[in-house]
């Protein structure tokens, strides 16, 4: 069966027992069974590689090149994304007063941050994050002292107490 074609292969795979899945499996391992094969038991075993992307272009065409991919993104996209341009932002209040008695109120409670409440989040996120725009890297955020975090938790209640978002704050950077 190592031979046959990968749509053969395909369509005989319903035919074949689970034990001989496994002992199949095993030989794939030992570098017993060609390409086709393995990939069938990585489909099998969830561990499938990742299909190529590819996009609809504005001319019909199916493309899996970034640039082009990037490029048709960017023709979709930025007229949506830009606007206004730098021209002036709508005025909200005219929407607001026409369609405010329809968006509903929720009263939140809030209750301030504590460093146990940060630690809690730390020691669940992911360890190996990039550096944020102010050069923190996560391993060192989760090293500082209580006496530390407890600065990082009095600057975020003050910012969800008063509304004001400093600047350096809403800045991020995405990958």
């Known amino acids: 069966m190592n031979n046959l074609p990968w749509w053969v292969i395909g369509s005989t795979m319903s035919t074949f027992s689970l034990s001989s899945l496994y002992s199949l499996s095993a030989l794939s391992m030992m570098g017993a069974i060609s390409a086709p094969w393995k990939r069938v038991f990585g489909f099998v075993k969830g561990s499938a590689e990742e299909a190529t992307e590819v996009l609809k272009t504005s001319n019909d065409c199916m493309t899996a090149n970034l640039k082009e991919m990037l490029s048709s993104f960017d023709e979709s996209w930025s007229p949506i994304f830009n606007m206004y341009g730098d021209g002036p932002r709508p005025n909200f209040a005219p929407f607001l007063a026409r369609y405010?008695?329809?968006?509903?109120?929720?009263?939140?409670?809030?209750?301030?941050?504590?460093?146990?409440?940060?630690?809690?989040?730390?020691?669940?996120?992911?360890?190996?994050?990039?550096?944020?725009?102010?050069?923190?890297?996560?391993?060192?955020i989760h090293a500082l002292p209580d006496c530390l975090l407890e600065m990082f938790v009095r600057l975020f209640n003050t910012i969800v107490e008063t509304g004001v978002w400093p600047e350096a704050v809403m800045t991020a950077l995405a990958s």
Request: charged fraction near 30%.
């Open 100 to 140: 405010n008695r329809y968006i509903p109120t929720v009263q939140m409670e809030y209750r301030p941050v504590t460093v146990a409440d940060l630690r809690s989040v730390l020691s669940r996120a992911k360890k190996k994050h990039a550096c944020g725009v102010d050069g923190w890297r996560f391993k060192e």
